[in-house]
Every structure is written in C-alpha cells, then in structure tokens.
T-cell receptor, first 109, second 113 residues
C-alpha cells in the first residue's frame, strides 16, 4: 500500500461545477499536509496548506480528518483555468515529504 | 514567487556523457531537495540536504551525486548518462523558519540519446 493515495482521475467537470478530491495517508504520525497544483510539464506550486480546523482560500477549501487519515480539497465554481493535476503532500519527520500521484482535473467549457 | 533557479531547463545529450544540473536559491533556505518525475507520474526524492556539507540519498535509488558547498547552491551530477536517466529533475528548497512549505524550481528536462 502506498503511503499517500489519490484517485488519479481524470475528473471531467463542467465550468461552474463543484468538485472534491480526497487523499488518504498511512502514517498516523504525519504532521503537515498540503495541496499543490501542477500544470502539464511544469513544476508543482503550493495551492494551500491544510490545517486541522479546515481552511478556505477563495473557491478552495481544504480539510483534514486525522481519525480517518485523509485530507480533502473542494473547488467551488470551477473555472477552465483550474484544469491541472492536484497533488496531495504529507509530511512526516524532518524531511519526509510524500507526494501523491496526483488527481487530474479537466474543467470543460 | 519562489526564488529558486535551475539550469539548463532542457538538455539533450549522448549516452556516456557527464552532466551537471544546477540549482540555486536566493531565499537562504537551509534544506534543499532533488526530485525525479517522469511525465504523468509521481515525484520521487533522489537526494536531500539539511545544510552545507550535508547530503543524503532519498527514497529512489539514483546513480547521480550531489554536493552542498554553499547554502544557495545544490548541483546534481550524472557521471555517465544513460537513456534510463531521461526524465524531469526538480530542485526544491524550504526553511523551517518559514514553515514546512517546499518551493520548486522550474525543472530540468533531460533526454539521453
């Protein structure tokens, strides 16, 4: 079993739709969690950190469920520009950043 | 925007050649990383460094080597490139004082023919 698992998708959604991704992790001692966005053939860029109480940044909402060991990302009112791969990142220890394989999102006009 | 730079961005070289991928950051970050990523696949950590003169191998076995003589510089070297080394190499850095956020360079696309 992988340490971090994501549904690879693709998720094809119409503009304006709400879409949610989940990411599960196996190490209960994991300390930090992030969502990164990666466009095709580009580097990953930080989308948002994930806090225990949940956090929101505009149309994006991230949540952490430590009991069930998963994090989620909700995108409301999807835009064409949201089309990308969304990477879940889980941090354990001082250096161990584990990246998920990513979930591909395609927003359709 | 993160101030982390990689050169070359794109490189095509012949089998057996020695190459060095450069990575520099101007953020004063003490921790630096090299990841390898094939198109559409996950990132794999190949090397990391906690600071000057500190380097460690990552989770993915790699024939490359790294050095960290200066805080801002973390080059990766392949002594003898092979077609199996064809991939994207991503350099990253972070600083505990700025939280756990890791910042990536734009990547170096290597093709070995």
């Amino acid at each position: 079993r992988k340490e971090v698992e994501q549904d690879p998708g693709p998720f094809n959604v119409p503009e304006g739709a709400t879409v949610a991704f989940n990411c599960t992790y196996s190490n209960s001692a994991s300390q930090s969690f992030f969502w990164y966005r990666q466009d095709c053939r580009k580097e990953p860029k930080l989308l948002m950190s994930v806090y225990s109480s949940g956090n929101e940044d505009g149309r994006f909402t991230a949540q952490l469920n430590r009991a069930s060991q998963y994090i989620s990302l909700l995108i409301r009112d999807s835009k064409l520009s949201d089309s990308a791969t969304y990477l879940c990142v889980v941090v354990s220890g001082t250096y161990k950043y584990i990246f998920g394989t990513g979930t591909r999102l395609k927003v359709l006009a | 925007e993160a101030d982390i730079y990689q050169t070359p961005r794109y490189l095509v070289i012949g089998t057996g050649k020695k190459i060095t991928l450069e990575c520099s950051q101007t953020m004063g970050h003490d921790k630096m990383y090299w990841y390898q990523q094939d198109p559409g696949m996950e990132l794999h950590l190949i090397h990391y460094s906690y600071g000057v003169n500190s380097t460690e191998k990552g989770d993915l076995s790699s024939e490359s080597t790294v050095s960290r003589i200066r805080t801002e510089h973390f080059p990766l070297t392949l002594e003898s490139a092979r077609p199996s080394h064809t991939s994207q190499y991503l350099c990253a850095s972070r600083n505990d004082r700025a939280g756990n956020t890791i910042y990536f360079g734009e990547g170096s696309w290597l093709t070995v023919v």
